[in-house]
C-alpha cells in the first residue's frame, strides 16, 4: 500500500443513491487531490485543497461535493449521478501545492460505477 | 493551460528488448515531471521524479531524461520483462496543477 489509502475499492450505486467515497494520507502533505479517470482519457484534475482550504474548484458539476475535515482526511460526497460519472476515482496528495518538490502520491483508487 | 503528450499510445515488443517512451508537453514553465506506472484498474505508482533543474533521473533498470526548453522527456526500461507490462503516464507540475499525458501501454511479450 502507498501513503495514500482509498476507501471503498469498488461502488456500484445507483442514480438516486447517495454514497461517499473516502481519502486518507499519513505523509504529512498539506495538499490533497481528487482525480477522475474514464476510460480512455487522461486523468482530469477535479478539487485542490492546501491546508484544508480548497483552493480549486475544475468546473466539477454539483452532484459531486468535496469534503477535507483535517489535512490527512479528504472525502468527496455523491449524489444523484449520472451513468457518465462511472470512472476510477483517484485520490492523490502533495507536500505542497505550490513547490511540490516531492512529487504526486496516489492511492489506489475507488472504481465506481452508476447503474 | 499545459497539454501533455506520449508518443506511442501503445507499444508491443518481445522480452529483453529495451522501451522508449516519451513525452511532450507544451508549457516548459515546469517545477518537475513525474512518471507513473498504472496497472489496469488500480492507482499509480511513481517511478520517476526529475526536478526542473535535473537531465536525468534513474532507478535500476529505468532512466528518464528531461529537456525542459524542448519540452520533452524519455522514460527508458532496460532488458524489459513481461512484469514490465502496463501503462505509463506521464504528469508534469505547473501552475500549481498536475497535467497527464493519456499514457502509453506496454506489452512485453514472454
Known amino acids: 500500500e502507498t501513503g495514500v489509502t482509498q476507501t471503498p475499492r469498488h461502488l456500484v450505486m445507483g442514480m438516486t443513491n447517495k454514497k461517499s467515497l473516502k481519502c486518507e494520507q499519513h505523509?504529512?502533505?498539506?495538499?490533497m487531490y481528487w482525480y477522475k479517470q474514464s476510460a480512455k482519457k487522461p486523468l482530469e484534475l477535479m478539487f485542490v485543497?492546501?491546508?484544508?482550504?480548497?483552493?480549486e474548484n475544475n468546473s466539477v458539476p454539483s452532484r459531486f461535493s468535496p469534503e477535507c475535515p483535517n489535512s490527512s482526511h479528504l472525502f468527496l460526497h455523491l449524489h444523484t449521478l449520472q451513468p457518465e460519472d462511472s470512472a476510477l476515482y483517484l485520490c492523490?496528495?502533495?507536500?505542497?501545492?505550490?513547490?511540490?518538490?516531492?512529487?504526486?502520491?496516489f492511492g489506489s483508487g475507488t472504481r465506481l460505477t452508476v447503474v | 493551460k499545459q497539454e501533455v503528450t506520449q508518443i506511442p499510445a501503445a507499444l508491443s515488443v518481445p522480452e529483453g528488448e529495451n522501451l522508449v517512451l516519451n513525452c511532450s508537453f507544451t508549457?516548459?514553465?515546469?517545477?518537475?515531471l513525474q512518471w507513473f506506472r498504472q496497472d489496469p484498474g488500480k492507482g499509480l505508482t511513481s517511478l520517476l521524479l526529475?526536478?526542473?533543474?535535473?537531465r536525468e533521473q534513474t532507478s535500476g533498470r529505468l532512466n528518464a531524461s528531461l529537456d525542459k526548453s524542448s519540452g520533452r522527456s524519455t522514460l527508458y526500461i532496460a532488458a524489459s520483462q513481461p512484469g514490465d507490462s502496463a501503462t505509463y503516464l506521464c504528469?508534469?507540475?505547473?501552475?500549481?496543477?498536475?497535467?497527464f499525458g493519456a499514457g502509453t501501454t506496454v506489452t512485453v511479450r514472454a
Open positions: 492523490a496528495s502533495s507536500q505542497d501545492q505550490t513547490e511540490p518538490a516531492h512529487g504526486y502520491t
Open positions: 505523509l504529512g502533505h498539506n495538499a
Open positions: 485543497y492546501s491546508l484544508e482550504e480548497r483552493v
Open positions: 508549457d516548459s514553465a515546469i517545477y518537475n
Open positions: 526529475i526536478q526542473s533543474s535535473q
Open positions: 504528469a508534469v507540475s505547473n501552475d500549481y496543477k498536475l497535467s
